[in-house]
């Protein structure tokens, strides 16, 4: 039993560093597999939605963590190139997350109202601008609060790649721990790390929901004061009860 | 309401000389085993104003709908200003209509809808702007000038920078009427646009709709239980019934001395 050293402190610093950017750029390549293969899913033609729900199932399906192994260990022998551990877990975490996520988005795009797609096409726009000005911007609010959730997710499962050999915190946590032998405080901290990082994560997803909720006119999202939010929960209530997507579209 | 700008303006219209805008020929359309609209054959003149009556589940508003090419006919044909709206002429013969070629016929067709249907996301400006800008092309200033003058038609000029659920829906379903003309269509379709509304919402609505009907040229098919804004604004009314139009006529004679028995029932429940 030993003290931990400020160099094994710098393992674990590290390591959070390796976790932002591994949960960046995996949520980066969730999000476009996400938008594509769910309004893929939401496409007229049968071949279409046929090709991404193959993909969904098959994604939702399998774990993240052997679809790392696969894609690190299998992938190299049947094409002959390597991808670095990192470049793997990035891979795996976002195909598999986007697979997730193309729920959410096929969910939220199904729930604006038929009518909203009704005025597009008496107003002759395109099939692809129906979708970018009326149908995602009004499904989007509805699609932040399940994306933080999985967001948070994939937060948490990029400690998979810890047994890759990849240095994010779960893995300078076991450095650490093989080096001083204290489990308890090694694990604590970075239970506390990792609940930190959720967290901030958590108020970030908040500043998008409001600022989408203000896109499709369901203001006032200003923060008021403790007091102020003690007093107006009437005032909230209203501003939320005030519009839902779509609203007055119902037939 | 303010009758003072000069709505003929918003309006473009084809010369009206009374030449048939809209034909419907031996159009069915069925909704699982119910027959909405059984071979049914109509035509609307250019300019006139037609008001479809009946009882619910008569066919009136399916006939919009299929105009604004939101469901499509089992059998027969529609043709709008001489083009097949729902066909197209390849080599002689007739075949369903492509997306591109329909979405060209339906840019002379406009809709107004019974729950107005704007769009949340955009204020109420790009609510007018946006079509026009995108689909037919005209520039950001063209499209606000054009809008600016249709809320000034419906009265709604201090609104623009407002979203939709800021409004009450007799402001929204006015905003939807600016939405719909600012596409400059040839043909309007009205869809119980009053049934949504509280009471005292209705006349708001109903005085711009006979501004627009008494000072443009614009053709409109209207499907309303407003029987006398039908009587004040209509060319022509149709009397519907199991999908069929059993009596049309002018509204005085549709609405003091019908033909048909079926026409008498219906009013005097109505009226």
Redesign the interface.
């Known amino acids: 039993m030993s003290e931990i050293s400020w160099g094994l402190w710098k393992l674990l610093l590290n390591g959070i560093w390796i976790t932002v950017q591994l949960t960046v750029y995996s949520a980066a390549l969730a999000a476009v597999v996400a938008f594509a293969i769910g309004l893929a899913r939401t496409h007229r033609l049968w071949i279409v939605r046929f090709v991404s729900g193959a993909y969904f199932e098959i994604f939702r399906g399998t774990s993240a963590l052997i679809l790392m192994f696969w894609i690190f260990f299998v992938l190299p022998i049947g094409f002959g190139w390597q991808l670095v551990p990192m470049w793997a877990a990035v891979l795996a975490l976002g195909l598999s997350y986007g697979a997730y996520g193309s729920e959410i988005v096929r969910g939220a795009v199904k729930a604006v109202?038929p009518?909203?797609r009704?005025?597009g096409?008496?107003?002759?726009?395109?099939?692809a601008?129906q979708l970018r000005?009326?149908i995602l911007?009004?499904a989007w609010p509805g699609m932040v609060p399940p994306f933080n959730n999985l967001l948070i997710e994939m937060l948490k499962g990029s400690a998979l790649v810890s047994i890759m050999g990849v240095g994010d915190i779960t893995f300078g946590a076991s450095l650490v721990r093989n080096a001083t032998g204290q489990s308890a405080p090694v694990y604590t901290i970075i239970l506390v790390m990792y609940f930190v990082l959720a967290f901030v994560l958590t108020r970030g997803m908040r500043v998008v929901e409001r600022h989408a909720k203000a896109?499709?006119?369901?203001?006032p999202q200003k923060r008021e004061g403790l007091r102020a939010r003690m007093n107006g929960g009437q005032v909230n209530d209203f501003a939320r009860s005030?519009?839902t997507?779509?609203?007055?579209?119902?037939? | 309401m303010s009758a003072d700008s000069s709505p003929s303006k918003e309006t473009v219209n084809p010369a009206v000389d009374g030449s048939e805008l809209i034909r419907f020929d031996k159009v069915t359309k069925r909704f699982g085993g119910n027959t909405v609209l059984d071979s049914l054959d109509f035509t609307v003149s250019s300019g006139k104003h037609v008001t479809l009556i009946g009882p619910s589940g008569s066919g009136k508003t399916t006939i919009l709908r299929l105009l604004m090419t939101l469901i499509k006919p089992d059998e027969g044909t529609i043709k709008v200003g001489g083009e097949y709206l729902t066909h197209e002429d390849r080599g002689g013969s007739l075949v369903p209509a492509g997306e591109k070629h329909v979405r060209e016929v339906r840019k002379h067709i406009g809709m107004v809808f019974q729950q107005f249907n704007l769009f949340p996301n955009m204020k109420v400006m790009r609510n007018i702007t946006e079509a026009p800008m995108h689909v037919l092309g005209l520039s950001r200033d063209e499209a606000e000038e054009r809008a600016r003058e249709l809320l000034d038609l419906v009265d709604l000029t201090e609104h623009a920078d407002k979203y939709p659920t800021q409004l009450s829906g007799g402001q929204q379903q006015r905003v939807a009427i600016a939405r719909a003309l600012a596409m400059r269509p040839q043909v309007l379709l009205l869809d119980e646009v009053t049934s949504a509304l509280d009471p005292e919402l209705v006349a708001g609505v109903l005085d711009v709709l006979r501004d627009i009907a008494h000072s443009t040229d614009i053709t409109m098919l209207c499907v309303t239980h407003e029987m006398n804004f039908a009587r004040d604004i209509s060319d022509d009314v149709l009397m519907f019934d199991a999908g069929r139009v059993i009596e049309s006529g002018s509204p005085e004679k549709i609405f003091s001395e019908p033909d048909h028995e079926r026409t008498r029932q219906f009013l005097s429940a109505v009226l």
């Open positions: 109202a009518a909203q009704e005025a096409i008496a107003l002759s726009f395109s099939p601008q000005k009326i911007p009004q896109g499709v006119g369901q203001a005030g519009a997507p779509g609203g007055g579209a119902a037939q």
